[in-house]
């Protein structure tokens, strides 16, 4: 029996994994630690398991970090952004020499934080990060496509689209716009070149998309995830690329113009004698007029879907697979919390047992991750309804172009 702490357990995506862990006869202590004690403790007394009890952390300071996760067998990490709290985390975790998940999507802190990797393994323990939906579950379902079902690889890409959960808050804001104005790397004709998602090399890099739930012809924009990064490392192939938007496009729209027009800027101006900050003044009014496109767009119940697209060859004809992790009743927090809770099993179950720093793909057996997610949804009674996460639709493209359905399973 395993003691787990999930940090920033109470969140859209903790909260997911925090119900899929405590549903586990793994776990014998679920700790949900969250700056927002109120709504930890919330979450515990709902959850009405005497094996759950949540805590209160600064995941910014490293002492407080430290002193929660003492006595973990595994600490689960939520808390974004990334590359802001990351680095912290993983240094305490280090430190107090516990194993640990994370789903981190920067990609430039993985780059620093993938560089820690002996720092992991003098410390003897394994940290498996990026363990959401992309990066994450895209990684595996890449490496499981290169592996069993081609020859040769010679593309992958990862799409991904996810709107109307009840709460945004300012940090999911931040967030877009830190992916708006970072260089973004893709992984294109057998090399990593950075694009700018404002300039003519971003802007020819999107196109649209058909995803089951949410609709056809969905424009999609170039990401900065980990994926671009890590698969070329441990899958032979000329290009990743990653591509994302947030539903309904009105609401996208107005996040990617109001950053384009440099809102972003957190210096204060001189406003009729009032020091305004372009960046606080574009979070509130981003938040305010959401509501209002919500609602005015009728946009109804949060859904969102993740696709991971695999073209290569096999027996010397063209193939295509497409992978789809697709939600009608969530979106961001089951889609990211139940593949970080798959990888915190597997590693209680000691089958992620190698020293150091990995991504998904580096660590993680693709067909056992697969075959936990149909454990973590039969756990959960409330699933029974059809209307959520219901595993993986799998679909070949034969070199003629035709379309069948494939069941893995999943």
């Not at 006869?25 to 109120?38: E, G, H, R």
Request: net charge negative; hydrophobic share 40%.
């Amino acid at each position: 029996m395993k003691k787990v702490t999930v940090l920033g357990g109470c969140g859209a995506v903790g909260s997911i994994a925090v119900k899929a862990l405590a549903n586990h006869d793994l776990f014998s202590n679920v700790v949900v630690a969250d700056i927002d004690i109120d709504r930890a403790k919330s979450l515990t007394d709902n959850i009405k398991s005497n094996k759950m009890s949540s805590e209160y952390v600064n995941a910014e300071d490293i002492k407080s970090v430290k002193q929660v996760i003492k006595g973990s067998d595994i600490v689960l990490n939520c808390v974004g952004p990334f590359y802001k709290s990351v680095k912290t985390i993983l240094n305490a975790v280090i430190e107090e020499k516990i194993d640990y998940v994370d789903v981190c999507d920067d990609v430039d802190v993985t780059l620093e934080i993938l560089d820690w990797d002996q720092k992991a393994k003098d410390a003897n323990i394994t940290a498996l990060i990026g363990m959401g939906s992309s990066p994450g579950a895209t990684n595996l379902l890449a490496k499981y496509a290169a592996d069993a079902l081609l020859d040769t690889t010679e593309s992958i890409d990862i799409f991904h689209a996810h709107g109307g959960e009840p709460i945004e808050g300012a940090g999911v804001i931040g967030h877009r716009f830190h992916c708006m104005t970072i260089d973004i790397p893709m992984y294109l004709n057998g090399k990593i070149e950075y694009v700018k998602y404002f300039e003519p090399d971003g802007i020819a890099l999107r196109q649209t998309f058909d995803f089951p739930v949410l609709g056809n012809n969905i424009i999609l924009y170039p990401y900065p995830h980990p994926e671009q990064i890590t698969l070329p490392k441990y899958i032979k192939t000329n290009q990743v690329t990653n591509k994302g938007t947030v539903i309904p496009s009105e609401y996208y729209d107005l996040t990617r113009d109001i950053c384009k027009l440099g809102f972003y800027d957190k210096n204060p101006l001189d406003v009729k004698g009032q020091k305004i900050v372009p960046y606080d003044f574009a979070i509130a009014f981003i938040l305010r007029e959401r509501d209002r496109i919500l609602k005015e767009t009728n946009f109804g119940q949060q859904r969102g879907c993740c696709s991971v697209v695999v073209k290569g060859i096999k027996n010397d004809a063209k193939q295509e697979y497409r992978f789809h992790m697709a939600s009608r009743s969530q979106a961001l927090g089951e889609g990211t919390g139940i593949p970080a809770a798959a990888g915190t099993i597997l590693m209680a179950l000691g089958k992620i047992n190698k020293k150091g720093v990995f991504p998904p793909e580096g660590c993680v057996d693709p067909l056992e991750f697969m075959g936990v997610i149909p454990q973590i949804m039969k756990l959960d009674s409330s699933k029974t309804d059809g209307q959520s996460f219901g595993g993986i639709l799998v679909q070949h493209i034969d070199v003629n172009g035709k379309m069948t359905e494939m069941n893995l399973g999943i």
